[in-house]
């Protein structure tokens, strides 16, 4: 299955200033996901990013407020906006494993102050 | 509204007991997979079941999709540390986007 490298691991953000998440995987995939996963809730799908192609939102998120970028067929970023403490979360990118199931990385810990 | 219903929310047993813990849902999914999470990383599959009634096993851990493709549990026998750990059911519908429950949060006391 595929491996992604996913960075920041963590950080502290003042708010009001914007923070780009990295994930790299080390095959090309055609659709790449983002998820937030906040304390005690479940993982929530904000996009799935398509190479070449803009990314396709969830209801309740918006391109203005987390821009996605897809360059090409192994990496893929997340910008959170304008933070405010509510988006301190856990934010996730996965691929899809084959037809199996799906493979994530380890996540970046958003603690917006 | 939860799409999928986790349950219980937090266990505490004690080394060697058995466990179960529950996926339940209202909509039919293609798959269902159950996913572990440990604290500061991503959640790393363990099993794919797709067909009602069936039951994998993958060393101590027996998953089971129900007969209507709705619900699942997660049997894990003789626990141990090494079990604990946020499991997490997701459903796979036809878009392939995968609907996550809150998870069980299990802690296995040595």
């Known amino acids: 299955s595929a491996v992604i490298s996913q960075k920041p691991s963590r950080d502290i953000c003042q708010r009001g200033t914007s923070l780009t998440i990295q994930c790299q995987v080390d095959?090309?995939?055609?659709?790449m996901f983002w998820y937030r996963q906040q304390p005690g809730q479940s993982l929530t799908l904000i996009a799935t990013?398509?190479?070449?192609?803009?990314?396709?939102?969830e209801s309740g998120f918006v391109i203005d407020k987390f821009p996605i970028s897809r360059p090409n067929l192994t990496f893929s970023t997340l910008t959170v906006s304008n933070m405010s403490p509510e988006d301190s979360s856990i934010y996730l990118c996965?691929?899809?494993?084959?037809?199996?199931?799906?493979?994530f990385g380890s996540g970046t810990r958003l603690t917006v102050v | 509204t939860q799409l999928l219903e986790q349950s219980p929310q937090f266990l505490s047993i004690q080394e060697g007991e058995n466990l179960t813990v529950y996926c339940n849902s209202s909509?039919?999914?293609?798959?269902l997979q159950w996913y572990r999470q440990e604290p500061g990383e991503g959640p790393v599959l363990l099993v794919t079941?797709?067909?009602?009634?069936e039951v994998k096993k993958l060393k101590r851990l027996t998953f089971q999709f129900g007969d209507a493709r709705k619900d699942s549990s997660l049997h894990i026998t003789a626990a141990q540390p090494g079990d604990t750990g946020l499991y997490l059911c997701?459903?796979?519908?036809?878009?392939?986007?995968?609907?996550f429950g809150k998870g069980n949060q299990v802690v296995v006391i040595p």
């Open positions: 095959s090309q995939v055609t659709m």
């Open positions: 990013a398509n190479q070449g192609s803009e990314a396709t939102y």
């Open positions: 996965s691929v899809r494993g084959g037809a199996v199931g799906y493979t």
């Open positions: 909509s039919v999914f293609s798959s």
């Open positions: 997701a459903g796979e519908g036809g878009n392939n986007r995968l609907a």
């Open positions: 079941v797709v067909t009602g009634g």
